[in-house]
């Protein structure tokens, strides 16, 4: 079983206070210091602590943009901590650096002893359902309290207004339940985040729907992983 000294790494508080640093600098940039204040006194201290962890994750994310060995890398080397990072980006859709698909499964087979480490894998899991959960949710208060315009004048947003348009339709049509449905699935992961916030969905239940799909898919994910270690195509650290 892994320490958490091993899990977290020597270096990981350096890299994260010049992550927090960079990241912050060029969120202020993007959406400028008044939207920030009247956001966060909108919404206090939680708010506030969500916001240091997304710009952490997103300073991180800068060094692997296009690089998906550096992920790994770093994924080997700062374990838990660079999963649970790595997730925020991927919840907030801006993890373009490696496929979401293939995080759960190479967390579980890096960090793992073997295929019966279940501490370790259940931890694997529980970090990325938390991590997913809270940039998910990050982009969902920003739909709810930007609109539709702000989002789609952002660079950093990747999804073009054609794209939007069916996701709006996916959630208008068969309502609350695509959210937790979308997030269990391949390739619609986090879709309905930014529809869910444009209709101004409460805050704790997209909270709890966001979690129970990203639980079941990153589930599945890891118990993939495990039959294909035990078919000999993954192996163990």
Not at 134 to 142: D, K, S
Not at 148 to 159: A, D, G, H, N, T
Not at 173 to 194: C, D, E, K, Q, Y
Request: hydrophobic share 60%; net charge negative.
């Amino acid at each position: 079983m892994l320490s958490p000294l091993a899990l977290v790494g020597p270096d990981a508080p350096l890299a994260l206070g010049a992550a927090v640093l960079l990241a912050g600098v060029l969120l202020s940039n993007a959406v400028g210091t008044g939207k920030v204040r009247e956001f966060f006194a909108d919404n206090g201290l939680l708010l506030l602590t969500v916001g240091i962890v997304i710009a952490a994750a997103v300073g991180v994310g800068l060094f692997f943009v296009g690089n998906k060995q550096l992920a790994k890398a770093w994924l080997d080397q700062y374990g838990l901590l660079a999963l649970f990072l790595i997730l925020i980006l991927e919840g907030a859709m801006l993890l373009y650096f490696a496929p979401s698909e293939s995080l759960v499964p190479l967390g579980v087979t890096l960090l793992a002893e073997s295929a019966s480490d279940y501490a370790t894998i259940v931890a694997v899991i529980g970090v990325a359902v938390v991590g997913a959960t809270i940039g998910q949710y990050a982009l969902f208060l920003l739909a709810k309290r930007g609109g539709r315009e702000y989002l789609l004048e952002k660079r950093w947003f990747r999804v073009d207004e054609e794209q939007l348009d069916r996701f709006d339709g996916w959630f208008q049509r068969w309502g609350r339940v695509v959210v937790p449905v979308s997030n269990a699935l391949l390739f619609t992961r986090g879709m309905l985040t930014v529809p869910a916030g444009f209709a101004e969905m409460r805050d704790l239940e997209f909270v709890v729907l966001s979690a129970l799909g990203t639980l079941v898919f990153q589930t599945w994910l890891a118990a993939a992983a495990l039959y294909a270690a035990e078919l000999g195509f993954l192996g163990f650290l």
